[in-house]
């Protein structure tokens, strides 16, 4: 069974700089496409950025510019690196391997679908 662990949410003043981070353990398929989605309380989950096994990535309008999705396939492990951070960032971030962002991407994929444990991001000011 495949597990996905995160790490690097925390506390950040406006305008600095965090890095994500989620390794996939288990029966791994490192074709799978992997993304990061963000939900605050009360509203809808939303696509932050996918990245398919050959690199190719997708961004949701409200980062692009300042967010970077990457993926290192020999340590099934995707990373987001946030700058320019706004208050507006704020939520929780969820890491996703499989299905999801396979359909937000429009490729194709099996029905698998695997979801992180979610970590927070605050940016204040």
């Known amino acids: 069974q495949v597990q996905l662990v995160e790490s690097g949410g925390g506390l950040v003043q406006a305008g600095g700089s965090l890095r994500l981070s989620c390794a996939a353990s288990?029966?791994?398929?490192?074709?799978?496409?992997m993304g990061w989605y963000r939900q605050a309380p009360g509203k809808q989950r939303e696509l932050v950025a996918g990245?398919?096994?050959?690199?190719?990535?997708n961004y949701g309008d409200s980062v692009k510019g300042r967010f970077t999705i990457s993926r290192d396939n020999a340590k099934n492990t995707v990373y987001l690196q946030m700058s320019s951070l706004k208050p507006e960032d704020t939520a929780v971030y969820y890491c996703?391997?499989?299905?999801?962002?396979?359909?937000?991407?429009?490729?194709?994929?099996?029905?698998?679908?695997?979801w992180g444990q979610g970590t927070q991001v605050t940016v204040s000011s």
């Open positions: 996703n391997a499989g299905l999801a962002t396979a359909q937000a991407m429009g490729v194709i994929s099996t029905r698998n679908d695997y």
């Open positions: 288990g029966s791994f398929f490192s074709i799978n496409p």
């Open positions: 990245i398919t096994s050959g690199g190719s990535t």
